[in-house]
């Protein structure tokens, strides 16, 4: 029978292996063993608890001294996951001297341990604090090995350093946690814990500190923003602030930046958000105050990166007064149109004490209410909002922001919208009735293109073609030219010839026209036909690789290709039942030109052709270029239309499809539209009304529109991303600076090792398993509440059903849609056992709200059910939790099922996590040539914009409207018949031929008024019928 000290040592050693079991499992014990010469296997407790005189242990403890003080000091760090093992390593060493009593609970105290480990990494909010904190934890353990009643000055200097100096001796919660350990082992412990694992309000100094280390602002600017909020800082303690409400004096300093002045402004405003918006229970945080004066002292531009939770909805709100005083009119961008209504909803009272109007965009259908809003002083929406409603103005010329101009301009979640949706064009749809005979064109590719699918083996996806007869499927998948076979028939003889087929089949099959082909087939076995293919490689010069279909629909190899000479070529089949096929192809790439080519000969031109062929179909004339130069563009549309899913990449609502940015923001984008025909094709994928195939007249540029504020851009966010994404963005905007802000409280974020699964079925079951045991009571908390965001609507769903068995529906919340309805599911506090399952609209910029109970639990459980697209979406993620200085947990848990084929192989989350964000940053690279394309395109546009402004000036108000209905139609069917020169940067021979061709256009325009009156009203007639 084992004692209570092997069990205790068996539940750590589980432990263990739970905590490493992924990609960095033995790295720790790796080191070790080599340093030691002691075999991996031996360096678990019960194997060191089994040596009596305990020689392996001292080596080990010299091992670790020499990493921690060592090596890892002077060479390269460790990795993080490396060291939280090393934690986990150290911490449950301490149970080897531990004499075990009777009544202790064996699994309390392995679960207490558990909870050390967990604490450890949420004090530490940085690498080197997360290093100092092992020392100290190190130091501690020596204690139990030398002289545990004396004190280790090093260990105590160690944690000291960590928390500067502030705290005394017996509150360095390390040497707390392990005497407790060894001596009453009571569950008073984590009250102790608790308490000294308390929020934690970091000093000015140590703020102001951090802020110079990282050398992002000047020293003469630091040194007055230290004086604004250090004498404001001082009102609000002594009370004094409370006389500063005199809105006329900060509205007549609003323009200054001397130091007294701003310690004037910013009184003001501090009073103002207390009195207005926090209802008198809280005063704007000393990193808000210095945020605030960093954008005020910045007439270049400023990025602000912010930790989530940090409250940058306040210094955007007062930053967009101190303009606003100043006679500046503010807009201020949101990544979502919830987010933007919210902070104007909100604020409203903050700016009304002001005498300062401010409206939201995105509500607005109407352009009378469009120009009301614009007349407002701070105008919050997303960038979509404002872009249309610029396109409005200059292209439509409808007056729906008047003298606004474009003078600041404060972006939230300014990695979004500048790097995520840098190269974003917002464009006013518009629909052309002589498009609508392309529509004709587009439903002959689709009923082409729907005869296809896709099937997958573990590592490839092919294109499986329509299913044939098998000679027919190889007849058509071979030359035939210099071989003896000439039809069809011919391979079929060859199938009689081989015993594949009965003797007399061929003849039988083509001369009896009464029996259906595929009732005469039904005697061709599968495995017959698998056998044909070995016997037809004797005949051709090709190899053939064989599939067929198992129980779940997957591919099956029946047989491999014998050759490896790259000279044979290598066609593959999916042999199904009863004598019939189909062709596998590696890509659709191979089907494009063959498809289109196809569709080409069935298209004749009214007005260039001669003949008229009733089993083409007719398009007008001047469509024939655009037609010619697009068709294969509307094939791979086509393909890509079938690739597409419901719930993943687009919704069906309200009989509309919907696209969804699924990677991003989880946002469904009800006001946009796919181009190209992708839209057209989708719709035909859901048999719903078709909408005419629109073209692009009107676009700008998430970058040209920022560009007009003149360097006037101002951001936060709590992702501002890496280097190369800043020098990115100052290449963009050369004026801006950026500046990373020092958290208030110290982060209190546990990141949970991540797991990788292999199969959906996995993956979904260790999330319920993961959710179920945060959220239900243990011997040492509480219940947690969880979040679990996934990165499809359809996911979304799944995981929801997974979990409706276990949990409450009053205590499960389902968030896909940005509705109303949806967002009031997950407005109220979250208590012990609740769980939301959530797309990205849960992921960035919702705060998300947890009750004290829920926080003294170990706060809120995210965890991200994908790998992000890069690392500033998983940290957005993340930071739904542990915001403010109260603690919370996270943890990656995905399914290579759901990776990109590139990413397929991956056998854990680091190489997945190092792939992606190759991937992203090569991205990133390519992102530069895009902003070319799209700086070509503007100037285009503006081109055409002076003729469409000359136009609308001196053409008489009857002919008006039709005038600039031709010319906007030729100039979409320019820029799709220019494409191709766009796309290869042809700047100078793009603007001399819009140049003549305007010219030409404009001039024949009115020769051309009333045949395109005609035209107009023709074509409708033939619509309606």
Known sequence: ????????????????????????????????????????????????????????????????????????????????????????????????????????????????????????SQAACSDVESFLLTQALYLNLMHFFTDYGSSDTDGVLIAKAWAKDELSTEHLYL???????????????????????????????????????????DEPTLRKVEAVVNHVTNLIETGEIENHTDVQRARDLSLSTDTEDLQEILAVLCNAVHLHKAERKWWPRSTQLISWCLLALSDTGKLLEMGTGEGKSCVIAMFAVLRA????????????????ERDAREWSQFYLYFNITADANTN?????????????????????AFAADHLRQIFEMKDVRPGRGYQCIIIDEVDSLLLDQGVQLTYLSSPMVSMQHLNTVLAMIWSHVRLYGFLSTADQTFVQGPPAPFFKVLFDSIDTEESEIKEPMDILLIAEQSNIVPEGFTDHYYRDKKEQPSTKLKIVSQDAMVQFFHEIEQYVPYGFTVYTLDDNGLLCLRKSSPYSNQDIPDLKVLVLEEGMCCPLYDSEETLIEPIAGLISKKI??????????????????????????????????????????????????????????????????????????????????????LSTISTVTNYVSNVAFFEKYQGKIYGTTGTLGSKTDILFLQDLYPNLSACKMPTFNRKKLFEVKGTVKTSTEEWKSEIKHVVMDEITPNSY????????????????????????????????????????????????????GDVIVATNLAGRGTDIKVSKEVNNNGGLFVILSFLSVNTRVELQAFGRTARKGKPGSAQVIMSTDHLQQSLRPVSSLEEAKSTRDRLAAEKMNHMMTDVEEMKLREDLFSEYCKTLQDIYRNTDAS???????????????????????????????LQESLKHDLSQAKSQSQNRLHHALAFIITSSLETLH
């Open 959 to 989: 002919e008006k409207m039709v005038v600039v209905d031709i010319m906007n139609e030729f100039w979409g069917i320019w820029l799709q018949r220019k494409s191709e020169e766009i796309d290869q940067l042809k700047r100078n021979e």
């Open 781 to 832: 908390r509480n219940g947690r509440a969880a979040l679990v965001i996934c990165e499809t609507i359809n996911e979304a769903q799944e995981i929801h059903k997974e979990l409706k068995d276990n949990i409450p529906d009053d205590k499960l919340f389902l968030y896909c849609r940005s509705d109303s309805d949806s967002l009031s599911k997950i407005d109220k506090k979250l208590l012990p």
């Open 364 to 384: 607005k259908t109407d352009d009378k209410y469009r120009k009301a809003c614009y007349q407002k002083d701070v105008v919050y929406g997303t960038i979509e």
């Open 1 to 120: 029978m084992r004692s209570k000290r092997d069990v205790l040592i068996s539940h750590l050693d589980e432990f263990e292996a739970r905590y490493a079991s992924d990609s960095d499992r033995d790295e720790l014990l790796e080191i070790i063993s080599s340093k030691c010469s002691i075999p991996v296997p031996n360096l678990s407790l019960a194997r060191l608890t089994a040596d009596p005189s305990r020689s392996e242990l001292l080596k080990i403890l010299s091992a670790l001294d020499t990493l921690l003080f060592d090596e890892w000091v002077n060479g390269a760090p460790p990795s993080l996951s490396t060291l939280q093992h090393t934690q986990v390593f150290i911490t449950e060493l301490c149970a080897l001297p531990l004499e075990m009593s009777e009544g202790v609970s064996l699994q309390n105290i392995s679960n207490h341990v558990q909870s050390l480990v967990g604490s450890i």
């Open 604 to 689: 004749q031109y009214t007005s260039t052709d001669s003949t008229d062929d009733k089993d083409k179909i007719s398009i007008p004339g001047f469509l024939k270029d655009l037609t010619e130069k697009k068709v294969s563009v509307w094939v791979q549309n086509a393909f890509l239309a079938m690739s597409l899913r419901q719930g993943r990449e687009y919704v069906v609502q309200n009989d509309s499809i919907c696209p969804v940015d699924f990677r991003s923001t989880g946002i469904v984008e009800l006001n946009k539209k796919w181009g190209d025909g992708l839209q057209q094709f989708v719709e035909m994928k859901h048999q719903i009304k």
């Open 325 to 340: 005083l100043g006679g500046e009119k503010v807009d201020v961008v949101s990544s979502s149109s919830v987010l933007c």
């Open 175 to 217: 040497l707390e946690f392990l005497s407790n350990l060894t001596s009453s082992l009571q569950k008073k412990m984590i009250q102790q814990l608790e308490q000294s694992l308390g929020a934690e309000e970091r000093s000015m100094d140590a703020i102001f500190d951090e802020i110079k280390q990282r050398k992002d602002v």
